[in-house]
């Protein structure tokens, strides 16, 4: 993945405010502020000392279990929740720290100022725990930064800036979500016709991980929440390749992409550029061993099904890994010309796809008689026909017999089961 793709898809950061189109996601927060009510008894010394401590290890209690933070998340939550159990604690933080530089400000164009703020900022980035198997490696983060920063000016700005997107229209290009002030806002200062253009400063994790020696780590699945005083926690979950030995600690390598979005509109159209430091090229680099400190299982299992038809026959077979957090794996399946034409049609998202023959669209997983929804539940097709169901299973209880249950266009199917051993 090139610079420019980290930095785009990176601009994803997942604040409500404003969401770009599919080129650039971006997305502004603009906190709501509360002032806190003073106190109005006094307090000893010792109890206001015996109460600082007591929340003191509340906190870092909170800070250290980020997993749990998104244990109410409609999909993920159980697993989340149980990684919060099995992970290791880390605690370990890396800082940026500011590069205080003397220099005129007033002598400066609008790129250098830019330049210059930001080697002043600052932030931490502290690895609160992770859990890595043999197949995907699982962090939770705090990245302790101040709340998004976006400022509005008159006229064109003046400097080096590198343009790398431009329309005619910014707000036709772009999909404003969230804060319904903000929006507004927004679109007021971009609708008057004179030029004018803002910035936008918000740090974020760049999406996946990899190695020192530059083997990719691909991300799986990610999620933030943002604190008032604009701190990020979140966690990523990111895919280990199978050429990585199982018996080493993991050099893992993630970056931070910091910088300014810079946009600028007037009557002839709009240009977006994204100014970050010479120096690092916009990434500050953070390295930390992680213990390799989970094991899967590995599952399989196949059937030949013959149906009253050709078009319904097929062979499935099945390749799972079961681990303390989720039963991850696929369900590779080799049907008829007509399943594929059906794959087709419904990836086209073509009219006629519900009018195409039936065929299976997913599994759920049966651990005895208790049914476990699929929660990734992708489909794709290779190059070679073959249909390919993406498996990822909450974890189910221990000694339960595990088996597959297709999941055709008017629901699960009996007699098709695939027993997993």
């Avoid at 610079?3 to 599919?22: C, F, H, N, V």
């Avoid at 910035?199 to 760049?206: E, Q, V």
């Avoid at 213990?291 to 013959?306: E, F, I, M, P, Y």
């Amino acid at each position: 993945m090139t610079r420019e793709d980290r930095i785009k898809k990176s601009l994803d950061i997942r604040l409500s405010g404003i969401q770009a189109g599919p080129n650039t996601a971006w997305q502004v927060l603009k906190a709501a502020q509360e002032k806190e009510k003073p106190m109005k008894k006094k307090l000893t010394f010792a109890l206001a000392l015996t109460l600082a401590l007591v929340l003191a290890g509340v906190a870092l209690a909170a800070s250290l279990n980020v997993f749990g933070l998104f244990k109410d998340d409609e999909v993920k939550g159980k697993q989340l929740s149980q990684l919060a159990e099995v992970a290791q604690t880390y605690g370990e933080t890396i800082t940026k720290t500011p590069q205080t530089r003397p220099q005129e400000m007033e002598s400066l164009d609008d790129y250098q100022k830019l330049i210059a703020k930001l080697n002043a900022k600052t932030f931490d980035f502290t690895l609160e725990q992770a859990y890595a198997d043999n197949k995907t490696l699982y962090i939770s983060y705090t990245l302790k930064v101040a709340k998004p920063e976006i400022t509005y000016h008159e006229g064109q700005p003046s400097g080096d800036f590198e343009w790398y997107a431009e329309g005619k229209r910014w707000l036709d290009d772009r999909q404003l979500t969230g804060d319904p002030a903000l929006k507004q806002e927004l679109e007021e200062f971009l609708n008057q016709p004179q030029a004018r253009y803002f910035t936008f400063y918000s740090p974020s994790l760049a999406d996946g991980a990899s190695l020192l020696d530059g083997t990719d780590l691909p991300i799986q699945d990610s999620g933030t929440k943002r604190l008032e005083d604009g701190t990020v926690q979140g966690y990523t979950a990111c895919r280990i390749p199978e050429s990585v030995s199982k018996d080493q600690p993991l050099e893992a390598v993630m970056n931070i992409i910091y910088g300014y979005i810079v946009v600028y509109q007037d009557e002839a159209g709009y240009k977006e550029a994204f100014v970050n430091n010479p120096e690092d090229r916009g990434m500050k680099r953070l390295t930390f061993t992680i213990a390799r400190n989970g094991k899967t299982t590995s599952l399989v299992g196949s059937l030949s099904h013959q149906a009253d038809t050709a078009e319904g026959s097929y062979t499935a077979q099945a390749q799972a890994f079961l681990s303390p957090v989720n039963i991850k794996g696929t369900v590779t399946i080799k049907g008829s010309q007509a399943w594929i034409d059906s794959w087709h049609k419904a990836n086209a998202m073509m009219d006629d796809a519900t009018g195409t023959v039936d065929r299976i669209y997913d599994y759920v997983l049966y651990a005895g008689d208790t049914p476990y929804v699929n929660k990734h539940g992708g489909i794709s097709l290779k190059d070679n026909g073959d249909i390919v169901i993406d498996l990822d299973f909450d974890a189910p209880g221990t000694g339960q017999p595990l088996h597959l249950r297709p999941v055709y266009r008017d629901g699960e199917i009996m007699g098709e089961d695939i027993v997993l051993k």
